[in-house]
């Protein structure tokens, strides 16, 4: 009996031992290919979910980050530290790292170190833009009024002021500054002094207000449910890619706006200062990658991955394409010509044809560029007149489907219109695609254009609710509105059936067009004031997006319609065109900084 016993008992011990040598074997195994692993924990929540932990190289330009588990462990791979000194940095709303400093990795070993943090004495230094709009009091029509600030900067700078209202009327008649602007490197039209540029905001908003008469008088009912947009053509005041001065009564009530949010009143916000959750479960399951660019004044509106595997990125502020080497880190810089001397520089969209060359949209220097790979120089082509006008914008190209008719398009966004490039004769033409549109009066600005296997073009109209269709070869056009109204569609990509993904920026939606069915599917973001800007979708169903103002990458499963969200390291991170390389498995997320010098790659885990 007392045998029986002790082989039961040794049995047991056994089991217990395989099964706390199998649990530990899991973590051991982490750790033994980890360079650098530990836990995070506050006194307040103990172990902590979602904590953004980066590592730097010192004098490296790459920065690498994963974030903590549901245990609060974090852990980084061997293969992406390399031996020697590095800082740390964390990020977790309302919280500070308490052992800051830097830590040494040794090869072949796995370094411990354990993170604590402390509740922040400066939680308003931490927020990201959406959580002050979410903080704000006021309406949405008067927040998202803030969208266009976050062009230049981050919102820290309205909220931080002490402006009372006149002096924030003085502000915003100044902020007339060109869409290809920072505080590093601020730019005008030379026909846009702040004079003229309220001048041509009054002329906006009398001339909208005319046609409207007009169109009522002559029997037509405004549509119910769709606001006025006076948006413009899409120019640097209004309805493109700027803020600017929206003139007169609109001017003040912006500054009375303005003033309820900011320290005017006192030393203290009049109202809670709210906070987003940390990413939890798959959100954690990712690694970045982030690399500095050599230029500081460089603004990454656009970088996509190019058939070379190279990330090509366009810089929005000056005439540079360049070109990052994701294994090495390694960048290299092309000048791109001034076409129009003396008007701001800077490039926007960037694409390649079935060649591989690459093509860019020159904004404000009214042309389009191409980079030509066999001979690794620019080619460009001015826009001649009709469509080269002072507020010239040229800023999306499509070469996709070039190869179907030698037709290369580019959407005039100050102009309203479209233009197309025939690549063997070199000659352009001007499209207006609504010189007939009758159904309302309406502003429209073109905006994000994409192509079918045709060469049929689809264009956002930024400035309403519409998706319009540009037939290649009668050019008559055709118009969709999408199911919400004053959605906004911005920008999106075409997928390998050719429906249209698309970023609804004014109602935080993202939709997909299907051209067979002319109908729309929306998918509202999951994050409050997240101003989505472009839309692609990968081969494996997913679809990708970036939010402006809350720092937040979206990966979306259409048929269950779930949202992951992968919180960005940076604060403030200016999310603006996105891509994905579907060669990888999973597939990787590239996305620019558009207002500071960087480039990031999001890998998720699964």
């Not at 959406?130 to 976050?150: D, F, H, N, V």
Request: glycine residues 10%.
């Amino acid at each position: 009996m007392r045998k029986g016993m002790f082989l039961l008992g040794i049995l047991g011990t056994m089991v217990a031992c395989l099964f706390y040598a199998g649990v530990g074997s899991v973590w051991a195994q982490s750790s033994n290919h980890a360079a650098l692993a530990g836990q995070v924990s506050s006194s307040e929540e103990g172990p902590m979910e979602g904590v953004l932990v980066a590592a730097k190289g010192e004098g490296s330009t790459i920065t690498v980050t994963v974030v903590s588990d549901a245990k609060g462990h974090y852990s980084f791979p061997q293969d992406r530290l390399q031996p020697g000194q590095y800082s740390l940095r964390i990020r977790a709303v309302g919280y500070d790292l308490e052992n800051s400093g830097q830590v040494d990795v040794a090869a072949g070993k796995t370094t411990q170190l354990d993170l604590k943090l402390d509740k922040t004495k400066d939680l308003a230094s931490q927020l990201s833009n959406a959580e002050w709009l979410i903080s704000m009091p006021g309406t949405r029509e008067q927040k998202i009024q803030l969208y266009e600030c976050s062009r230049c900067h981050s919102l820290q700078r309205i909220v931080r002021s002490q402006k009372d209202v006149d002096e924030w009327e003085a502000t915003i008649r100044r902020m007339s500054y060109y869409v290809g602007s920072t505080p590093l490197k601020p730019q005008r039209r030379p026909a846009d002094p702040p004079e003229v540029a309220a001048v041509e905001a009054e002329r906006r908003r009398v001339e909208n207000e005319d046609r409207q008469n007009r169109f009522v008088a002559a029997g037509g009912v405004l549509p119910q449910g769709r606001p006025q947009q006076d948006a413009g053509g899409g120019d640097d005041m209004a309805g493109g890619e700027g803020g600017g001065d929206p003139g007169g009564a609109g001017r003040h009530r912006l500054a009375e706006f303005l003033a309820t949010v900011n320290l005017s009143k006192g030393p203290t916000w009049s109202y809670e200062l709210k906070t987003l959750p940390r990413p939890s479960g798959r959100g954690t399951r990712v690694i970045y990658t982030t690399y500095d660019l050599p230029r500081k004044v460089t603004m990454i509106h656009d970088c996509a991955v190019g058939p070379d595997g190279m990330i090509w990125y366009t810089d929005f502020g000056s005439q540079f394409v360049g070109k990052l080497d994701p294994k090495t880190g390694k960048v290299t810089e092309y000048p791109v010509p001034i076409l129009k001397p003396g008007y701001p520089e800077g490039l926007m969209d960037i694409r390649f044809d079935k060649e591989g060359n690459v093509w860019m949209g020159m904004m404000a220097q009214g042309g389009i560029a191409k980079f030509d790979k066999t001979t690794q120089k620019v080619i460009t082509y001015k826009i001649p007149a009709p469509g080269d006008i002072p507020a010239i914008q040229i800023a999306m190209v499509m070469p996709n489907s070039s190869n179907v008719d030698g037709k290369v398009w580019t959407n005039n966004v100050g102009l309203g219109g479209i233009e197309r490039l025939d690549v063997n004769t070199g000659k352009i033409e001007t499209i207006f695609l609504y010189r007939n549109y009758t159904k309302d009066p309406r502003r429209h600005g073109t905006y994000g254009i994409n192509a079918d296997a045709q060469n049929n073009l689809y264009v956002n109209d930024i400035s309403s609710d519409m998706v319009v269709k540009i037939d290649a070869k009668t050019l008559e056009s055709k118009f969709y509105e999408t199911p919400t109204p004053n959605s906004g569609p911005r920008r999106g990509r075409m997928d390998a059936q050719f429906r249209l993904w698309l970023a609804e920026s004014r109602a935080d939606k993202i939709a997909m067009f299907d051209p067979e069915t002319e109908r729309f599917q929306e998918w509202p973001s999951p994050t409050p004031f997240s101003q989505i800007y472009d839309v692609t979708r990968d081969k494996y169903g997913d679809v990708w997006s970036g939010g402006v103002t809350s720092d937040f990458i979206y990966r979306l499963k259409p048929d269950t319609s779930q949202f992951t969200q992968y919180l960005l390291p940076k604060l403030a991170y200016d999310v603006r065109r996105v891509d994905v390389d579907s060669s990888t498995n999973p597939p990787t997320f590239w996305v620019g900084d558009d207002n500071s010098a960087i480039i990031t790659k999001l890998e998720p885990l699964d």
